[in-house]
Nanobody, 125 residues
Framework: QVQLVESGGGLVQAGGSLRLSCAAS????????MGWFRQAPGKEREFVAA????????YYVDSAKGRFTISRDNAKNTVYLQMNSLKPEDTAVYYC??????????????????WGQGTQVTVSS
């Protein structure tokens, strides 16, 4: 079992930055691929970024490339999402997810078997 707790969300003006953190319980965190997803009101959950269990490979949705960076610290059982140059369309609840079904970072929610409760990110124009 893995429990995930996100933090770092909040209200920020367009062009600003936020760093989300996702703390994981469990001794096998380093064996899990990790992902960040987001869901805006009235929309489906959307892939944002993912990272391989080793941290060697990362994956992003096109809209996040060049602005967001996913990273992980396996010694701290934590994955991060650094978000820069935020836009109003980035407003959503952000979820982190863990997968021991795939070793790479998947963009598909069904590949992840553990989810956090989400943290709200609001970007004002």
């Amino acid at each position: 079992q893995v429990q995930l707790v996100e933090s770092g969300g909040g209200l920020v003006q367009a062009g600003g930055s936020l760093r989300l953190s996702c703390a994981a319980s469990g001794r096998t965190f380093s064996s899990y691929a990790m992902g960040w997803f987001r869901q805006a009101p009235g929309k489906e959950r959307e892939f944002v970024a993912a990272i391989k269990w080793s941290g060697g490979s990362t994956y992003y949705v096109d809209s996040a490339k060049g602005r967001f960076t996913i990273s992980r610290d396996n010694a701290k059982n934590t994955v991060y999402l650094q978000m820069n140059s935020l836009k109003p369309e980035d407003t959503a609840v952000y979820y982190c997810a863990a997968s021991n079904r795939v070793s790479y970072g998947s963009r598909y929610p069904y590949d992840y078997n553990y989810w956090g409760q989400g943290t709200q990110v609001t970007v004002s124009s």
